[in-house]
T-cell receptor, first 112, second 114 residues
């Protein structure tokens, strides 16, 4: 069964710290790995990763995928209180399967 | 630009009652899906559809029905509500060709069954 595991489940840091969130998966032949940020309501899209070793960046956030070791990381530098959220990792399966598989999420809390 | 619209935003049901959660999208997305989100469980797929007239089960389909009579609408029906169905429900849609990773989510429905 396809599985996505995120760690840690919860993380509390101080504003300005750098954090690394982990996502490991047991899914074969997927099309992409995705990161979402969920504050109070619907998840919002952050990154889509399809190739191994290529870093995607958006401001203070960056993510990289390692297809050989079956994991991805999401880095947030110079954290701000607005980064407090649940971060979700999901794997987009091969064409035809049509079932996005989510991890449990990491709850990140940034204290001022 | 409505995107994905879910109604209602909140609902309280008594055990045994039935109800329909509505989901509509105006982006001409082929793919639509329903997830439930429970604490510590992430998002779990209930049902999904790849086009009008086509539906399939996800990971946790028991107690729920869906239909897809039009491209725009994908309602989720709870047949006989149980306390275990207390959850936050999200509808999501995407184009099939670009991969379902490019989801657009609705704002969610918080359902409590007492």
């Amino acid at each position: 069964e396809d599985k996505v595991v995120q760690s840690p489940l919860s993380l509390v840091v101080h504003e300005g710290d750098t954090v690394t969130l982990n996502c490991s998966y047991e899914v074969t032949n997927f099309r992409s790995l995705l990161w979402y940020k969920q504050e109070k309501k619907a998840p919002t899209f952050l990154f889509m990763l399809t190739s191994s070793g290529i870093e995607k960046k958006s401001g203070r956030l960056s993510s990289i995928l390692d297809k050989k070791e079956l994991f991805s990381i999401l880095n947030i530098t110079a954290t701000q209180t607005g980064d407090s959220a649940v971060y979700l990792c999901a794997v987009d399966p091969p064409e035809g399967a049509q079932k996005l598989v989510f991890g449990q999420g990491t709850r990140l809390t940034i204290n001022p | 630009n409505a995107g994905v619209t879910q109604t209602p935003k909140f609902q309280v049901l008594k055990t045994g009652q039935s109800m329909t959660l509505q989901c509509a999208q105006d982006m001409n997305h082929e793919y639509m899906s329903w997830y439930r989100q429970d604490p510590g469980m992430g998002l779990r797929l209930i049902h999904y559809s790849v086009g009008a007239g086509i539906t399939d089960q996800g990971e946790v389909p028991n107690g729920y029905n869906v239909s897809r009579s039009t491209t725009e609408d994908f309602p989720l029906r709870l047949l006989s509500a149980a306390p275990s169905q207390t959850s936050v429900y999200f509808c999501a849609s995407s184009y099939l060709k670009t991969g379902i990773g490019g989801y657009t989510f609705g704002s969610g429905t918080r359902l409590t069954v007492v």
